[in-house]
């Protein structure tokens, strides 16, 4: 009650004082700064358990903790959210795309738990998969839940969804233009002249909260990049290239481990099978252990062999070609390693796993290059930042976001043109032989897709339901055209559905169609059957919006029945459909 009141009085006093601009932008600091300070103690909580667990094993040995810790870490997980939490669905950025695709950017508050809690339990515990899906999701579950206080609309509450994801990816990496870029490429927001400065202000106050809490260490930043030379541009073509490709792969092999482990019946099961999959490879090849970005700065450090130090495979740390094949064999395996750890319960997303695959590729690629041709001396530490946003660009789709994340990790923008080189041509080779990204692959297969393309998303936000009318008169198969009037006088619309004795749908009755016999005495005892059409198609209330468009468009009609297993749910008419249709479209498109 006392929330209530306060959340009231709030209400009164925007309505009262305060602009929507200013407003906004006081909601955009205050989800920055919560957003930020979780993303920081999620990536601390994470980093502590993880040294403590690592630094029990010895070196040059693979221990048998690097099998159960994964286990342990995914079974927690799972008992956590789905028997405490009981939020069992939709984690991570398919789940952002699925609540504004359906739900109007209305995202469940146990979200922001079942995430925060969930991604550090996977994470800490050697679940392969980054936990920037996750600090995504507590973020966005937190600005929509204050959207939900204040009541705002669709527009509002998307943009404040944004506000949530920038502040986790900048709360994180410090980078809060690609963070901007991120929530504009892969969650669709609208950059406009009134959201960009919520969008930044949120970015940046979760970047500042963030750097006062995280410890240095725990950074994922990098301040000695040189510059890479044009002379050096057909390597960095031939970089892109591989980095589509192994974007590609990354994306096939997503999916189809996805496929498979869901056709396992039960949690468990797939529990059981992917969570000890993913302990024997990470017994095998601890590389593989959590998001990767330790595994990152040892290579870019100059420190790539100690990638081998907690594994039988130490002994050959020194060999050149055999590291070489370690480093290509664990970029190829990351991709299973994280679908595992999220297939089978665990909580995390893509992002990770991509830099890190990248970021692996172009240290092989420029080693290899050196080795077989000292004189080109390539810097395997700018190889390494490109490769990463090469990867990334063709695995999400978002070359922007590659791009600015790669320049401001880096803390300069004096690799901006290889980077843009290398995201380019790799997202334009993965999109050509795949045209989804690792987050919309599955929405697509469904038709939830958003675009920036409004029109479009309106379509996608309107459902057969939120345009059904249910109030139209039904009358049942077995009266007569005289029983029929009784009908018609208490009528308000001039059309009939036909149902049966369990309420399934047998035709409809057009008042224009018996207007000429209704008074007429001698056809009263004629069945009202007699006067029936039968509609050449229909819609269910799960179609999608586009499929009843383009029936209204085949057949010519104004109004289409809904029907459910054949039984009668209601009608839509063309013009209600429109008419929702415009009221969504200026809702959606006012800054």
Request: include cysteine; glycine fraction near 8%.
């Amino acid at each position: 009650m006392k929330q209530n009141n306060l959340i009231k009085g709030l209400n009164s006093w925007r309505a009262k004082s305060v602009n929507e601009d200013l407003f906004f932008i006081i909601l955009s600091i205050i989800i920055g700064l919560i957003t930020g300070l979780a993303a920081a103690l999620m990536k601390t909580a994470v980093i502590f358990i993880k040294d403590n667990i690592l630094n029990n094993i010895s070196e040059g040995s693979n221990s048998i903790i690097l099998f159960l810790v994964p286990i342990i870490g995914i079974s927690i997980t799972v008992i956590f959210i789905h028997h405490i939490i009981k939020d069992p669905k939709n984690h991570g950025i398919y789940g952002i795309l699925m609540s504004l695709s359906q739900r109007k950017g209305r995202i469940r508050r146990e979200k922001s738990i079942s995430a925060f809690f969930g991604g550090i339990l996977t994470s800490a515990f050697g679940g392969s998969a980054g936990l920037e899906s996750p600090i995504i999701s507590t973020g966005t579950s937190i600005s929509s839940a204050i959207s939900a206080k204040f009541n705002l609309n669709i527009k509002q509450t998307s943009l404040l969804l944004g506000c949530g994801a920038a502040a986790a990816m900048s709360g994180i990496f410090f980078t809060p233009i690609a963070s901007i870029i991120f929530v504009v490429e892969v969650l669709v927001i609208d950059l406009t002249a009134n959201s960009i400065i919520p969008l930044l202000i949120a970015s940046i106050s979760a970047a500042i909260i963030s750097n006062a809490v995280m410890p240095s260490e725990v950074v994922f930043q990098f301040n000695f990049i040189e510059q890479i030379g044009f002379s050096q541009f057909p390597f960095l073509i031939f970089l892109g290239i591989i980095s589509g490709m192994m974007s590609l792969y990354f994306k096939r092999v997503t999916f189809a481990i996805h496929r498979k482990m869901q056709s396992y019946n039960t949690a468990l099961t797939r529990l059981v099978i992917g969570a000890s999959i993913l302990g024997l490879l990470i017994y095998l090849f601890p590389a593989l252990y959590g998001e990767g970005y330790d595994t990152l700065k040892l290579i870019i450090q100059g420190d790539a062999s100690d990638i081998t130090d907690i594994s039988f495979l130490y002994a050959y740390k020194d060999e050149f070609w055999i590291l070489m094949l370690i480093m290509l064999i664990v970029a190829f395996l990351k991709v299973v390693s994280t679908t595992l750890t999220i297939e089978s319960g665990g909580v995390g997303g893509f992002f990770a796993p991509s830099v890190f695959t990248g970021g692996l590729l172009g240290y092989i690629f420029s080693s290899v290059i050196n080795y077989v041709s000292p004189n080109w001396h390539l810097s395997v530490k700018e190889y390494t930042v490109v490769g990463m946003a090469g990867v990334m660009a063709g695995v999400m789709h978002a070359p922007l976001t590659a791009i600015f994340f790669a320049a401001e990790i880096t803390q300069g923008y004096i690799l901006i043109f290889p980077l843009m080189i290398v995201a380019t041509i790799s997202f334009v080779t993965s999109r050509y032989f795949e045209p989804q990204s690792v987050f919309t692959k599955y929405m697509a297969d469904e038709g939830e897709v958003l675009s920036h393309h409004k029109d479009k998303t309106v379509l996608h936000l309107l459902t057969i339901k939120s345009v059904m009318d249910t109030d139209l008169t039904t009358i049942p198969s077995t009266i007569t055209l005289k029983e029929f009037t009784k009908y018609v006088s208490e009528a308000t619309r001039n059309v009939f559905p036909v149902v049966g004795n369990n309420n399934e749908f047998i035709g409809i009755v057009d008042f224009g169609d018996v207007r000429k016999v209704i008074f007429d005495k001698d056809k009263y005892n004629n069945k009202i059957t007699d006067y029936m059409m039968h509609p050449k198609t229909f819609v269910s209330t799960s179609d999608k919006m586009e499929t009843a468009m383009e029936k209204f468009n085949e057949t010519g009609y104004y109004n289409m029945p809904v029907i459910d297993d054949g039984i009668y749910k209601g009608f839509i008419s063309r013009s209600n459909t429109f008419s929702a249709y415009r009221k969504l479209l200026i809702a959606v498109s006012q800054d």
